[in-house]
């Protein structure tokens, strides 16, 4: 339509500017006054007006003119008189009305016929069409065999696939179809692909849009899109409309009229109406899906609407693994790799995050013109993922850089000792594209789905525990720690206010999400607590963070000695290992013990020959 715009507003332009750019309107004594000067060359005389044409002098161009006529009987002679041509004119109707009337009408028609043929029936200029893309035969399958890791999530859909191939074998019991089919996830797990993957298996047509394609600044639209969309798709059944990012348009209407949005609710209600018209024997399914479940209507959620709720998790170390095996078909691997360690250093990543991981591992093979991608490249790519890319280049100062040592060594020392805490992989203090100057890595041996309040305590000491080097060290603190101080307080929060885990208050939930009456869905919450409580659990929380923070403080105390052998090591090869950390702690914890070990089961290169102790220092 934008060719269509463009001549509108040319056509604007001409009639509009066209009009009466060169004429000049003159009292009629003036123009008497130049006719017998002899300056007009030419006149028409019309019923109403007469206009025509200025003689030019020198470089000075013809100039059109007009005036009133008046009734005037020496009007012909003056004019034979001076030699100038003249005419008459009887008008017309249309001489009565406005050039830009004319000019109004012609573009309004122009606009109608223009409109007409391009949206047909759907509203002006096609606003009314749906843009919902329509996946046939034609377009490349999905399969089941393509999902992994959502193993209970496939098993729930298979159904939904009988549904859309045998409707009958269903209705034969009485049963009745499900109308609707919504998906609950966090964002990448995989929710897009499932529905295409149930049209492929289903050999369905597959309708695709997303919540904001309905959504419009003119109220109606999104409720005409709407209704064109379940129009096409009746006339394709059996078939399967897919809805992305489903609270963009089915959020939860608002009582208050300050947040009322007209367009929005009129669009809902239209998808309401439409999935209550509907005959479930069609065999039209709508499948949608959405990461904010809290914030959608009720009305959708209730049965027959939306029927079935099925929820699209983050996968286990099993199915991270079963992802990465479908993504690392599609590139050449190198023998060392093995997808069991990647799976289990890769945990709460999602199929998207893991498709992007072998993708940069593909890419950084590449770069270095290998023949295959090896361990080596999926190690970096998982750093880079995780901590962004390295900075080597950047100068940092000898202070700077002793003080990131002892802060990450820190986190990693009393993450070691304590008896609660996820073993430490890697400790590095390259800087990163992210703005951390170093990086402590943790990986846990398993998948968990709960803590408790010992592991909760151990994680807070493992986080303060950066801060707790550089003043046991250096006798005050830096600005690196404020990351680890935001989430340790955060985790104390949590223990007092939502797990119960509070030893003054008890076993109470304080933070229960109760929004008022008066705010939008978007709005704050109100407390449910008086304020002493209030100050109660500042207290505590206080209370925690402070004896984290101690007992970190005294743990690094005790291992001060092995604390700054070990920062030597650290900034000399800038990555310590996990079991390399592990084995100098015991080396340097028990110094004459630590001699023997060192020769025993520390390789020469990985500890420099200044820092190894000698015997005569040890007695």
């Given at each position: 339509?934008?060719?269509?715009?463009?001549?509108?507003?040319?056509?604007?332009?001409?009639?509009?500017?066209?009009?009466?750019?060169?004429?000049?309107?003159?009292?009629?004594?003036?123009?008497?006054?130049?006719?017998?000067?002899?300056?007009?060359?030419?006149?028409?005389?019309?019923?109403?007006?007469?206009?025509?044409?200025?003689?030019?002098?020198?470089?000075?161009?013809?100039?059109?003119?007009?005036?009133?006529?008046?009734?005037?009987?020496?009007?012909?002679?003056?004019l034979q008189a001076s030699g100038t041509m003249y005419s008459?004119?009887?008008?017309?109707?249309?001489?009565?009305?406005?050039?830009?009337?004319?000019?109004?009408?012609?573009?309004?028609?122009?606009?109608?016929?223009?409109?007409?043929?391009?949206?047909?029936?759907?509203?002006?200029?096609?606003?009314?069409?749906?843009?919902?893309?329509?996946?046939?035969?034609?377009?490349?399958?999905?399969s089941f065999s393509e999902v992994a890791g959502l193993e209970?999530?496939?098993?729930?859909?298979?159904?939904?696939?009988?549904?859309?191939?045998?409707?009958?074998?269903?209705?034969?019991?009485?049963?009745?179809?499900?109308?609707?089919?919504?998906?609950?996830?966090?964002?990448?797990?995989?929710?897009?692909?499932?529905?295409?993957?149930?049209?492929?298996?289903?050999?369905?047509?597959?309708?695709?849009?997303?919540?904001?394609?309905?959504?419009?600044?003119?109220?109606?639209?999104?409720?005409?899109?709407?209704?064109?969309?379940?129009?096409?798709?009746?006339?394709?059944?059996?078939?399967?409309?897919?809805?992305?990012?489903?609270?963009?348009?089915?959020?939860?209407?608002?009582?208050?009229?300050?947040?009322?949005?007209?367009?929005?609710?009129?669009?809902?209600?239209?998808?309401?109406?439409?999935?209550?018209?509907?005959?479930?024997?069609?065999?039209?399914?709508?499948?949608?899906?959405?990461?904010?479940?809290?914030?959608?209507?009720?009305?959708?959620?209730?049965?027959?609407?939306?029927?079935?709720?099925?929820?699209?998790?983050?996968?286990?170390?099993?199915?991270?693994?079963?992802?990465?095996?479908?993504?690392?078909?599609?590139?050449?691997?190198?023998?060392?790799?093995?997808?069991?360690?990647?799976?289990?250093?890769?945990?709460?990543?999602?199929?998207?995050?893991?498709?992007?991981?072998?993708?940069?591992?593909?890419?950084?093979?590449?770069?270095?013109?290998?023949?295959?991608?090896?361990?080596?490249?999926?190690?970096?790519?998982?750093?880079?993922?995780?901590?962004?890319?390295?900075?080597?280049?950047?100068?940092?100062?000898?202070?700077?850089?002793?003080?990131?040592?002892?802060?990450?060594?820190?986190?990693?020392?009393?993450?070691?000792?304590?008896?609660?805490?996820?073993?430490?992989?890697?400790?590095?203090?390259?800087?990163?594209?992210?703005?951390?100057?170093?990086?402590?890595?943790?990986?846990?041996?398993?998948?968990?789905?709960?803590?408790?309040?010992?592991?909760?305590?151990?994680?807070?000491?493992?986080?303060?525990?950066?801060?707790?080097?550089?003043?046991?060290?250096?006798?005050?603190?830096?600005?690196?720690?404020?990351?680890?101080?935001?989430?340790?307080?955060?985790?104390?929060?949590?223990?007092?206010?939502?797990?119960?885990?509070?030893?003054?208050?008890?076993?109470?939930?304080?933070?229960?999400?109760?929004?008022?009456?008066?705010?939008?869905?978007?709005?704050?919450?109100?407390?449910?607590?008086?304020?002493?409580?209030?100050?109660?659990?500042?207290?505590?929380?206080?209370?925690?963070?402070?004896?984290?923070?101690?007992?970190?403080?005294?743990?690094?105390?005790?291992?001060?000695?092995?604390?700054?052998?070990?920062?030597?090591?650290?900034?000399?090869?800038?990555?310590?290992?996990?079991?390399?950390?592990?084995?100098?702690?015991?080396?340097?914890?028990?110094?004459?013990?630590?001699?023997?070990?060192?020769?025993?089961?520390?390789?020469?290169?990985?500890?420099?020959?200044?820092?190894?102790?000698?015997?005569?220092?040890?007695?």
């Open positions: 339509m934008k060719p269509a715009i463009t001549i509108l507003l040319a056509l604007a332009v001409f009639f509009f500017g066209a009009g009466g750019a060169d004429a000049g309107e003159i009292p009629y004594g003036e123009f008497k006054r130049l006719l017998k000067q002899g300056k007009i060359e030419e006149v028409v005389i019309g019923p109403e007006t007469i206009h025509g044409y200025m003689k030019g002098s020198g470089t000075e161009a013809t100039r059109r003119f007009e005036t009133v006529r008046v009734g005037d009987p020496d009007l012909i002679s003056d008459g004119s009887r008008g017309s109707a249309w001489g009565s009305i406005p050039g830009w009337m004319i000019s109004l009408g012609i573009i309004l028609l122009i606009w109608f016929i223009l409109s007409r043929r391009s949206s047909s029936d759907r509203g002006l200029m096609g606003f009314g069409k749906s843009k919902a893309k329509l996946y046939t035969q034609e377009y490349p399958k999905v209970e999530a496939t098993e729930e859909l298979k159904e939904i696939v009988e549904f859309l191939k045998a409707p009958q074998r269903f209705q034969l019991l009485g049963g009745r179809l499900p109308k609707g089919v919504i998906l609950v996830g966090s964002p990448g797990t995989g929710k897009t692909l499932l529905a295409r993957a149930v049209a492929g298996e289903a050999g369905v047509p597959f309708f695709s849009a997303t919540g904001s394609d309905f959504v419009e600044m003119y109220v109606g639209v999104g409720a005409s899109r709407v209704r064109d969309l379940f129009r096409q798709a009746r006339e394709m059944t059996p078939c399967l409309i897919f809805i992305d990012e489903l609270d963009a348009l089915g959020k939860a209407r608002s009582s208050h009229p300050m947040g009322d949005h007209q367009e929005r609710e009129q669009t809902l209600n239209q998808l309401l109406s439409e999935m209550d018209g509907f005959d479930p024997k069609q065999g039209l399914i709508v499948m949608a899906a959405t990461n904010r479940p809290e914030i959608l209507d009720q009305a959708l959620l209730r049965p027959g609407r939306f029927d079935v709720n099925i929820l699209v998790d983050r996968p286990d170390v099993r199915g991270r693994e079963a992802i990465l095996e479908i993504h690392s078909k599609k590139i050449k691997m190198a023998d060392d790799v093995n997808l069991k360690v990647l799976a289990s250093r890769t945990i709460g990543m999602v199929g998207a995050d893991l498709g992007n991981l072998v993708n940069q591992a593909a890419l950084l093979a590449a770069r270095k013109n290998k023949q295959a991608v090896d361990m080596a490249d999926f190690e970096e790519a998982i750093d880079r993922v995780q901590t962004g890319t390295q900075k080597k280049k950047w100068v940092i100062s000898k202070k700077e850089r002793r003080m990131v040592a002892y802060h990450e060594l820190g986190h990693a020392i009393t993450a070691t000792c304590l008896p609660h805490a996820d073993p430490v992989h890697k400790v590095t203090i390259i800087p990163r594209s992210t703005g951390s100057l170093g990086h402590t890595l943790q990986l846990p041996a398993e998948d968990r789905y709960l803590m408790t309040k010992s592991e909760l305590i151990d994680r807070m000491t493992i986080l303060l525990g950066g801060r707790a080097a550089e003043e046991l060290v250096f006798g005050e603190h830096s600005t690196g720690a404020h990351n680890d101080l935001d989430m340790a307080s955060t985790i104390a929060r949590k223990m007092i206010t939502e797990y119960g885990m509070s030893r003054v208050q008890g076993p109470i939930a304080f933070e229960k999400d109760q929004r008022s009456i008066f705010l939008d869905s978007g709005g704050g919450t109100l407390k449910t607590y008086s304020q002493e409580t209030a100050r109660e659990i500042d207290d505590e929380i206080k209370q925690l963070i402070w004896e984290a923070y101690e007992k970190a403080k005294s743990l690094l105390t005790e291992k001060r000695a092995a604390l700054d052998r070990i920062v030597r090591i650290l900034l000399e090869k800038e990555i310590l290992e996990g079991d390399e950390l592990k084995r100098l702690l015991e080396i340097y914890d028990s110094p004459l013990h630590g001699v023997r070990m060192l020769s025993e089961s520390i390789p020469p290169e990985t500890v420099s020959p200044e820092i190894i102790p000698q015997k005569a220092n040890l007695t």
